[in-house]
């Protein structure tokens, strides 16, 4: 290691001769040396302690070559070499960009490079430039004043003809990408007819090739004049690009496409950074600047987090936002819409009635695994399909889809006012008495009605339909007891989860117009006719979230727990209307003294717990998400603290059931 830091054998190792790879790895051991070198391998009185070390290394190293000639002469010529046979344009034209316009691919591509090692092996300087330099490199080299750039430039910076040659070369590169962006037809078609009327997009090659010669040829007043003209282009077309986004937001989002109006965006800002450099009269600031930059993206673009948060916070938007138009459906907000809750809860606990003795039949069949998570996912999904297409509710659907309706009263940045913060404790009581409305009506019902019929069919079979057997096992596993809590925390996420698939697949069904594909197409026009082809489009268009929605749940609650097994995972699922149907026929199996024993309260306990943990992981879950696509950053958590506890002790009654005045209450609109 002493050996590694002594700066003599350093310099004495340059070799211009040397193999490209070589070079290049006597390259990358400067700048570790440069950033690593412990205070003992620099003499004494060298170290500031106001100034980066780095560059007090940078400083001793230019002191020691430029006082023997023979060193430098043979650090100057292996710097030549490399800047000679390295593809130095591409540093400038292709990093921080991705090789295809395709999200998954650069993802892949971050991934592959973080999991395998680099190779100074390459003519490629994008490639080479993160083995020799490291994002934090940026601090020193900000610290770097025009004397020691100076210096720094004549030892190991290419001359002034091949420095703008290289950035010419990256311009024309750039360029291109740009103008090929802007005729791929997921763009072209989505851009706004008058940004492209004067033809941004095909000037820009012509512009940077007059840039090109003028700047060849010495004239500064023509290159001024077409650089002018080439940055008036550059803008045309992100004015352009940026016309994408209203469509995108009101057709739906893709991610590709945001990921390469990213590439475009940021193509066009790279482009007027090495326009500045070339024109520049102090070329070496405006480089410094320029090696800033790239410091900045080389860190930006070793990194996943960035990437997925920045290219998926649109369509987590637009999933958390098209969950809003649905989620205002299960908000009361007067006493009218409360009791039409509690209808059409109390139809929805019927409906899960039915699933429930389904349920205990799909057990007594004693399938495999798979295929007994399969039917039962089926079940389940039949029946919360059943209660969305007749307009009534199950109450763990509601917290996921009324989450991102809660979060659209805040504001998107800043502090919220007294007015807003009002607005969103006058939310969170209409979400919480709604749940409350849901629950009751659910359970009052399905409960009751499994236990009526467990009676009935004793009274006239002489037996019910489920027995004592299964009774025994319903009061060991939904106790409170057991890990009941659990499971039912593990359900708020799949209830979460299925509100995600649901505004992912309405999404994707606006994005590719499929409700007119549906109304207009002429096969199907030419099977369904006219009108009934536009009512199958609009029908669709209402209900292709609620049918994702619903079906994913279903199948998750069903399919989840039997692939968990597969793996040794022991979760299962615990559902607070299917539980009380569950608890309601073990009292018919076992009898109605059976509601006088422990184990019978500990399953009402669990019962309350599980609608708890149901609602609050789900609807936690899901107001997370919706806070980050609406990017709420300064919401004052203490102000909206203060005002729920102040409303609960004035008006507790307010989270239970609406207020009087609450009966000509006009719906917030988010």
């Known amino acids: 290691m002493a050996q590694a830091w002594d700066l003599t054998a350093l310099i004495n190792a340059a070799d211009p001769k040397a193999g490209q790879a070589e070079r290049h790895l006597w390259l990358v051991r400067l700048l570790e040396w440069l950033r690593h070198a412990p205070r003992a391998a620099l003499p004494a009185g060298t170290d500031d302690v106001r100034t980066p070390l780095p560059v007090v290394r940078l400083r001793h190293l230019l002191n020691q070559v430029e006082k023997n000639p023979a060193l430098l002469a043979r650090v100057q010529g292996l710097a030549q070499a490399f800047w000679r046979d390295i593809d130095a344009a591409s540093l ?298 007749l307009h009534w509710t199950v109450a763990t659907k509601q917290p996921a889809m009324t989450a991102p309706a809660l979060a659209a009263t805040l504001p998107t940045g800043g502090s919220a006012t007294d007015a807003e913060v009002e607005r969103f404790v006058d939310r969170v009581a209409q979400l919480i008495r709604s749940q409350m409305a849901a629950i009751l009506g659910n359970v009052a019902v399905c409960a009751p009605l499994v236990l009526a019929v467990q009676l009935l069919s004793t009274l006239v079979f002489g037996a019910p339909p489920i027995g004592t057997k299964d009774a025994d096992y319903v009061l060991q596993s939904i106790t409170l007891l057991g890990p009941t809590a659990l499971f039912a925390a593990f359900t708020g996420v799949l209830l979460f989860a299925s509100s995600l698939v649901a505004g992912w697949a309405e999404n994707w069904f606006v994005f590719h117009r499929l409700d007119s594909a549906i109304a207009w197409n002429p096969r199907i026009v030419a099977q369904l006719g006219a009108a009934r082809a536009q009512r199958w489009g609009r029908w669709w268009r209402a209900n292709v979230s609620g049918l994702a929605g619903n079906i994913s749940l279903g199948m998750m609650l069903g399919l989840v727990p039997a692939l968990l097994a597969f793996f040794g995972v022991p979760l299962d699922v615990r559902h607070v209307t299917l539980a009380s149907g569950q608890l309601g026929a073990a009292v018919g199996a076992l009898g109605l003294s059976t509601v006088l024993t422990a184990p019978f309260w500990w399953c009402v306990a669990g019962i309350a717990v599980t609608g708890l943990l149901n609602l609050t992981v789900s609807f936690t879950l899901a107001f997370r998400v919706a806070l980050r696509s609406r990017g709420v950053r300064g919401v004052d958590r203490r102000r909206i603290g203060s005002a729920l506890w102040r409303r609960l002790r004035t008006q507790p009654a307010s989270f239970l059931r609406p207020p009087k005045e609450d009966t000509a209450a006009a719906p917030v609109t988010p």
């Open 92 to 389: 400038f034209a292709d990093l921080g960009f991705g090789a295809r316009r395709s999200f998954a691919s650069e993802l892949f591509g971050r991934v592959q490079a973080r999991l395998l090692p680099g190779t100074p092996e390459t003519a490629d300087l994008a490639a080479l430039f993160g083995l020799l330099f490291a994002p934090g490199d940026a601090d020193w080299v900000e610290a770097l004043d025009a004397a020691l750039l100076a210096r720094t430039a004549r030892l190991l910076g290419p001359d002034a003809v091949t420095a703008r040659t290289v950035l010419l070369e990256a311009i024309t590169i750039l360029v291109s990408a740009v103008q090929g962006a802007g005729y791929t037809t997921a763009l072209r078609q989505r851009m706004d007819a008058s940004a492209l009327q004067a033809e941004p997009f095909r000037q820009l090659t012509a512009a940077a090739a007059t840039l090109r010669q003028a700047v060849l040829d010495g004239d500064e007043a023509a290159g001024l004049r077409a650089a002018a003209y080439l940055r008036a282009l550059l803008d045309a077309c992100r004015r352009a690009a940026a016309s994408v986004m209203p469509h995108l937001e009101q057709y739906g989002i893709s991610v590709d496409i945001v990921y390469e109006l990213d590439q475009l965006q940021g193509r066009t800002q790279r482009v007027e950074q090495l326009v500045d450099c070339v024109l520049a009269r102090d070329g070496l600031a405006e480089g410094q600047r320029l090696l800033l930059e790239l410091l900045r993206v080389l860190g930006q673009h070793s990194g996943l987090g960035n990437l997925v948060a920045q290219h998926y916070s649109l369509l987590a938007r637009q999933v958390a936002e098209r969950s809003a138009e649905t989620g205002e459906h299960y908000i009361t907000r007067n006493r009218g819409e409360y009791r039409d809750m509690l209808r059409r809860a109390a139809f929805g606990g019927a409906v899960i009635a039915g699933t429930t003795f389904m349920k205990f039949a799909l057990t007594a069949l004693a399938l495999s695994a798979f295929w007994g998570g399969f039917w039962a996912g089926t079940n389940y999904a039949l029946s919360f399909v059943i209660v969305m297409l």
